[in-house]
């Protein structure tokens, strides 16, 4: 948890890590504009934005600028995703604790986004193969991931640029992330994207285990997971 708008959390500071310095940044889904004090206090960002669809969230946001003394270098945007944003030409975006359908929505409605200038900082609270399946079908190159457990909770971080090209991964790599993966397989994980890949294969057998009490099993399902857990224990043993 944050104790003052200066500092971060760990999640939200995993986020920060990928934000370019001089970079003008967009927190979009800001809520309490953490990040884009953080990133304007600290320096790295010269101005930013903090958006969000809803006022109760915006009307936070605007108490903690004023209190940050940054009022004259973060705008408060009422908005949905991008859409006010993306005329103030923000080069970094970071798009944070929402569920992963509803950033790839975000993502999807913007024209603005497709452009390599601009970086995208994506964290999922839930469904990361969805965004990343989303990023690698519309041409966004995942160049960079970061993992972060808190509070119990095991947070991917997703840093992407657009390239036009289009990719394919595997399930396993939707779920954990290539670059992830790289680093365990290399031996170079951190403790964070082991626990991942840990946790991964606990959600596997859990699912399993559910699948096959069913009246009919979905045998395909059982199949893929079994799959999915037998790479986890494979690159566990590394
Ligand atoms: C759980 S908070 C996350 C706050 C912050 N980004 C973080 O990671 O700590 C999600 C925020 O996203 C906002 N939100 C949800 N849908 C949105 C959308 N389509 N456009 C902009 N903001 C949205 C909500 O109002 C809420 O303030």
């Given at each position: 948890m944050m104790n003052t708008t200066t500092e971060l959390d760990s999640r939200l500071l995993a986020c920060a890590s990928f934000v370019r310095a001089g970079a003008v940044a967009a927190d979009i889904?800001?809520?309490?504009a953490y990040l884009p004090i953080y990133l304007v206090k600290h320096g790295i960002c010269p101005r930013a934005v903090a958006s969000d669809i809803n006022e109760g969230p915006v009307k936070r946001a605007k108490i903690n600028v004023a209190v940050s003394g940054l009022s004259d270098k973060i705008d408060l945007l009422l908005a949905d995703g991008l859409d006010k944003a993306s005329a103030l030409s923000p080069d970094d975006i970071i798009i944070a604790g929402m569920g992963g359908e509803l950033i790839r929505d975000i993502i999807d409605a913007s024209?603005?986004?497709?452009?390599?200038r601009i970086r995208l900082i994506l964290q999922p609270m839930t469904m990361p193969e969805v965004l990343r399946a989303y990023l690698a079908e519309n041409g966004f190159n995942i160049i960079d991931e970061k993992v972060c457990t808190a509070a119990d909770k095991c947070y991917q971080i997703i840093c992407a640029e657009y390239d036009g090209v289009v990719r394919e991964y595997s399930r396993f790599e939707l779920l954990l992330g290539h670059i992830n993966i790289g680093r365990i397989r290399s031996g170079k994980a951190n403790g964070d994207e082991l626990e991942l890949l840990r946790r991964t294969r606990i959600a596997a057998g859990r699912r399993i285990e559910g699948m096959s009490r069913?009246?009919?099993?979905?045998t395909a399902a059982i199949e893929a997971d079994r799959q999915l857990s037998d790479l986890c224990e494979k690159l566990m043993k590394i």
């Open positions: 889904g800001s809520d309490h024209e603005y986004v497709r452009d390599p069913a009246a009919n099993p979905d």
